[in-house]
């Protein structure tokens, strides 16, 4: 594995950036945020394959082209059980559920993430109790996160934002501490890793989305639970079922999330090319770096000295293996992020804001008390904005990203 690799959500789109999940086929220099037409089209043959032999097999529900695909990324987590599902969403309420956790309970979760991941919580009767951020990268402050544990807490959910790995030493020991679960929200991290071990497979339980836009991205919705734990699995495989064991003898309330064997089949043509996916990621954001940092006004976060930089790139930590699903900046000041989005947009460069409004000002949370004021993740929800690093963007491409936030820094 190189560098320590692996191979290896958000569950709906903006109108802009679906505007960009166009072909550039064409010889203008549009750079989309997201390109997927290459990746799949290059695959074509494979996954006119793998349709024939589900349409053949008549097995529509479960099976052995599912079976098939949790074996592998378990495997690739370093576990024993896959759990094939409907959603990365869907993951996260089924490893809820498969728990036990409910009414009474707290979740702590990052407020700056996508919002299936405190919307579960909620779904599933228990509490978000909603934590701060790292500024430099994007993931949960565990020391924060203790802060807010109380004798209600039951769980803990790091979401692996971006494609970098959370903390998982400082998470593991909080929560052997205080006898929380950990379900890791993977769903942008296939692939990533933290000190040699892969996501997804080093808390309790894992979870992975394989929506559209992720490394590994399949054809509609689909996702994953994996975990070491064979009881846990059990149950999670019951649940999926209506919680059903043997059928029309329900055991628990579940509820109907069975990943299709068609999706399943077309992923797993996806899955051996997934660390070259994620190869051509990592360039492109060393190829950022690199240009970046000759900028002046750019620094990193967490390494700057003296004045704040105008511009914030995104960094690497050295035990972390980052798979960059989004490569995010940071623009410093009042209203310049909302700027650089329209300069680049007004050139044809796809851009996008993950996330603008942090969960714990989200208007269906009030009624959970959330914390009054989370500084970190408040700061990153004004100044964030990602650019293109799709595996397919290529140098030229690139470059024209590169040129245009040169031109917009030099302007002001």
Same mark, same amino acid.
């Given at each position: 594995?190189?560098?320590?690799?692996?191979?290896?959500?958000?569950?709906?789109?903006?109108?802009?950036?679906?505007?960009?999940?166009?072909?550039?086929?064409?010889?203008?220099?549009?750079?989309?945020?997201?390109?997927?037409?290459?990746?799949?089209?290059?695959?074509?043959?494979?996954?006119?394959?793998?349709?024939?032999?589900?349409?053949?097999?008549?097995?529509?529900?479960?099976? *052995?082209?599912?079976?098939?695909?949790?074996?592998?990324?378990?495997?690739?987590? #370093?576990?024993?059980?896959?759990?094939?599902?409907?959603? #990365?969403?869907?993951?996260?309420?089924?490893? =809820?559920?498969?728990?036990?956790?409910? $009414?009474?309970?707290?979740?702590?979760?990052?407020?700056?993430?996508?919002?299936?991941?405190?919307?579960?919580?909620?779904?599933?009767?228990?509490?978000?109790?909603?934590?701060?951020?790292?500024?430099?990268?994007?993931?949960?402050?565990?020391?924060?996160?203790?802060?807010?544990?109380?004798?209600?807490?039951?769980?803990?959910? *790091?979401?692996?934002?971006?494609?970098?790995?959370?903390?998982?030493?400082?998470?593991?020991?909080?929560?052997?501490?205080?006898?929380?679960?950990?379900?890791?929200?993977?769903?942008?991290?296939?692939?990533?890793?933290?000190?040699?071990?892969?996501?997804?497979?080093?808390?309790?339980? #894992?979870?992975?989305?394989?929506?559209?836009?992720?490394?590994?991205?399949?054809?509609?919705?689909?996702?994953?639970?994996?975990?070491?734990?064979?009881?846990?699995?059990?149950?999670?495989?019951?649940?999926r079922m209506h919680g059903a064991e043997p059928k029309y003898y329900h055991k628990y309330i579940g509820g109907n999330f069975r990943m299709d064997p068609?999706?399943?089949? =077309? =992923?797993?043509?996806?899955?051996?090319?997934?660390?070259?996916?994620?190869?051509?990621?990592?360039?492109?954001?060393?190829?950022?770096?690199?240009?970046?940092?000759?900028? $002046?006004?750019?620094?990193?976060?967490?390494?700057?000295?003296?004045? *704040?930089?105008?511009?914030?790139?995104?960094?690497?930590?050295?035990?972390?293996?980052?798979?960059?699903?989004?490569?995010? =900046?940071?623009?410093?000041?009042?209203?310049?992020?909302?700027?650089?989005?329209?300069?680049?947009?007004?050139?044809?460069?796809?851009?996008?804001?993950?996330?603008?409004?942090?969960?714990?000002?989200?208007?269906?949370?009030? $009624?959970?008390?959330?914390?009054?004021?989370?500084?970190?993740?408040?700061?990153?929800?004004?100044e964030v904005i990602s650019i293109p690093v799709y595996p397919e963007l290529g140098e030229a491409r690139r470059n024209t990203v590169i040129e245009a936030?040169?031109?917009?820094?030099?302007?002001?």
């Open positions: 594995m190189p560098e320590g690799g692996f191979i290896r959500d958000c569950d709906c789109l903006s109108e802009h950036r679906r505007a960009t999940l166009v072909s550039t086929a064409d010889n203008t220099m549009n750079v989309p945020l997201l390109e997927l037409n290459t990746q799949n089209q290059a695959l074509e043959p494979e996954l006119k394959e793998a349709f024939e032999r589900v349409l053949r097999s008549g097995r529509f529900i479960l099976g *052995p082209e599912l079976e098939s695909f949790e074996n592998a990324v378990a495997e690739l987590s #370093g576990v024993r059980h896959g759990v094939g599902v409907t959603s #990365g969403t869907d993951a996260i309420l089924l490893a =809820l559920m498969a728990l036990g956790i409910g $009414p009474g309970d707290e979740v702590l979760c990052p407020s700056f993430t996508f919002f299936a991941t405190a919307g579960c919580i909620a779904r599933a009767g228990a509490v978000p109790v909603f934590v701060d951020s790292e500024p430099e990268t994007f993931n949960i402050d565990v020391e924060d996160a203790e802060r807010r544990i109380t004798e209600r807490t039951k769980a803990i959910i *790091p979401v692996h934002l971006f494609g970098q790995a959370a903390d998982m030493d400082a998470i593991a020991e909080l929560a052997k501490r205080h006898k929380l679960a950990v379900i890791e929200d993977a769903a942008q991290a296939l692939g990533a890793g933290h000190r040699g071990r892969p996501v997804g497979g080093i808390g309790t339980c #894992g979870t992975f989305s394989f929506f559209p836009s992720k490394n590994l991205g399949g054809f509609g919705d689909a996702g994953m639970l994996v975990t070491d734990d064979e009881t846990l699995a059990h149950k999670a495989r019951i649940l068609l999706q399943a089949a =077309l =992923l797993q043509v996806k899955l051996p090319h997934c660390e070259t996916y994620n190869k051509n990621r990592r360039a492109n954001a060393a190829a950022y770096a690199e240009a970046l940092d000759a900028l $002046p006004g750019v620094g990193v976060a967490g390494e700057s000295d003296g004045e *704040p930089p105008r511009l914030l790139r995104p960094s690497e930590r050295p035990d972390r293996y980052h798979i960059w699903n989004q490569y995010t =900046l940071r623009v410093t000041g009042e209203g310049r992020r909302d700027a650089l989005k329209r300069f680049l947009n007004e050139r044809d460069i796809g851009a996008e804001i993950y996330y603008p409004v942090p969960l714990h000002r989200q208007e269906c949370f009030q $009624p959970f008390e959330p914390a009054d004021f989370l500084p970190v993740c408040e700061t990153l929800a004004a936030v040169t031109a917009f820094l030099s302007e002001e």
